[in-house]
């Protein structure tokens, strides 16, 4: 399990979990929109890494630059490199 400290966002953590493929297997948000963000975390399960970065990169909420789907991307990012 790869914990990330995010910023700029609701959530005040994001733990995710890649299998050897580099492929989603869990997701977990602390704290944040609860039902929105567990949603997310089921939608990605099993995508690749590069293909959540391909939908959800980028994606801001309320002006900040930045968003808990865009920071879930450096989750995922700094889980693969941690490997």
Same mark, same amino acid.
């Given at each position: 399990?790869?914990?990330? =400290?995010?910023?700029?966002?609701?959530?005040?953590? =994001?733990?995710?979990?890649?299998?050897?493929?580099?492929?989603?297997?869990?997701?977990?948000? =602390?704290?944040?929109?609860?039902?929105?963000? !567990?949603? =997310?975390?089921?939608?990605?399960?099993?995508?690749?890494?590069?293909?959540?970065?391909?939908?959800?990169?980028?994606?801001?909420? !309320?002006?900040?630059?930045?968003?808990?789907?865009?920071?879930?991307? !450096?989750?995922?990012?700094?889980?693969?490199?941690?490997?």
């Amino acid at each position: 399990m790869y914990n990330y =400290i995010p910023e700029r966002v609701c959530s005040r953590a =994001i733990q995710v979990e890649l299998d050897a493929n580099d492929r989603v297997k869990s997701v977990n948000f =602390i704290g944040g929109c609860d039902g929105n963000l !567990k949603a =997310i975390g089921k939608l990605v399960k099993g995508m690749s890494v590069d293909e959540v970065a391909e939908v959800l990169e980028g994606n801001d909420c !309320k002006g900040r630059g930045t968003s808990c789907a865009d920071q879930l991307v !450096k989750a995922l990012r700094g889980a693969q490199a941690a490997k």
